[in-house]
């Protein structure tokens, strides 16, 4: 339970991260950020990086801001940034909600927002929320910057689009409108263990009909996104009962559910419909 | 790459100079660098607790950090929480209510505890609860730590 050797970079700042990643990407070259997901994988040696790129002395990466569209995240805003609003938005809220069902109050100190989303475990309630929400992700390298829609980054369990010389540098998330609704409901067998399925969903309300509404489901499938069938389900609708019940069971018939040792897709699938269903629930409240 | 890094960790105001690979989780360091053997580790991989400890005012794991990460910060262990002979109100209330009987987790608990009330002196009786959710005790049931807590708590906040 001792991760393997390696060689710790630190550098000061972005651009000599940068050119460091660049230089040891080809020998198994790691971003350190929180450690909350890296080094228990590297403690059961699962990970063993030749080097890690530790970015906790790198100045700006903490950086949270709202430009009256989107919210900026920077590299290091760790996830208990969010325990309290961050803007007067409604994505703050919705913020502060999931992060409550992030692991665990200590991990929550040092894990970071972007690595959750570099990690890409399938069950991340971040990953869920850059689906669900239409993230746009800011990914450096010394050969230059490009953005990647959240639709484009998830790429499988702990896979993504960012090559081995990208730093995730920063995330941006649309902001709501001030009438948005949102839900969020997350099954695990332990508090702040691994979600089994979650799912996170929001609309706005029409002349009382459920309009662009968003249903994200995750912990289900290799990567969260957004279900389609379960959104048209719901638009035009009342949102009531009969049009969650809908939308929940469009999802669960739309879903390619992962299986584990002791989680058959059939059981994930029915899980879907129960998270999907209470998510649109917790949106009244 | 078994270069050893000469640092100095500062745990409870006193200064260790130790010399440790990068890969020295600080929980190890604390213990079998530094001799504070009060921290404990359970499983060395951020799920049970035992090695909570308290850098720069924040509760986090120690074995999900590096001791190299922890250099110039200051690093709070169970050693540190009395003072003198006089045990801290949560080391008291956790004997009072008797929130311990093997005692493995009761370091990690304390330093959690101790870590979020003074962070959040009136964090609300349910997030409370979800805060020491984030510890494992194969002991108590559970049922005397919550009891301890809340009643060295309302002690903290000076009730």
Partial sequence: ?285 | MTDKTALTLTINGRDHAIAVEARRTLADAIREDCGQTGTHIGCEHGICGACTVIVNGEPVRSCLMFAVQAEGKKIRTVEGLADGETLHPMQQAFMDHHGLQCGFCTPGFLMLAVGVLEREPDINDDDLLDVLSSNLCRCTGYQNIIKAVRAAAEQMRGK
Avoid at chain 1, 52 to 79: P, T
Avoid at chain 1, 224 to 229: A, G, H, K, L, N
Avoid at chain 1, 258 to 282: F, G, I, M, P, S
């Fill in chain 1, 1 to 285: 339970m001792k991760p393997a050797p390696f060689v710790r970079h630190v550098p000061r700042t972005l651009q000599q991260a940068l050119a460091i990643l660049s230089q040891v990407a080809g020998q198994d070259g790691r971003i350190l950020a929180g450690g909350q997901s890296l080094v228990p994988i590297m403690a059961f040696r699962l990970a063993k990086p030749a080097h890690l790129i530790d970015i906790n002395e790198v100045a700006g990466l903490d950086r949270l801001e709202s430009d009256g569209k989107v919210l900026s995240i920077g590299a290091r805003v760790r996830h208990a940034a969010f325990h309290a609003p961050v803007t007067d938005n409604r994505l703050a809220a919705l913020l502060t909600y999931v992060a409550r069902h992030i692991a665990h109050y200590p991990i929550r100190m040092r894990g970071t927002f972007c690595g959750s989303l570099a990690h890409a475990d399938p069950a991340s309630e971040w990953c869920l929320t850059a689906a669900t929400l239409g993230a746009t992700m800011v990914a450096m390298s010394q050969r230059g910057t490009r953005e990647i829609a959240a639709s484009d980054f998830f790429e499988g369990i702990m896979s993504t689009a960012l090559a081995d010389d990208e730093l995730l540098a920063e995330v941006r998330l649309p902001l709501l409108t001030p009438d948005a609704k949102f839900g969020f409901y997350e099954f695990n067998r332990r508090a702040g263990d691994f979600a089994m399925a979650a799912s996170l969903v929001t609309y706005s309300l029409v002349n009382g009909k459920m309009a662009q509404a968003r249903v994200g489901v995750g912990g289900a499938e290799p990567s969260p996104r957004r279900i389609e069938e379960a959104e048209a389900a719901l638009n035009g609708q009342s949102p009531d009962d009969d049009a969650f019940r809908a939308a929940a069971q469009a999802a669960s018939d739309a879903v390619d559910p992962l299986e584990d040792h002791q989680t058959n897709a059939e059981y994930r699938r029915d899980l879907v419909r129960v998270v999907v269903r209470r998510a649109l629930e917790h949106s009244l409240t």
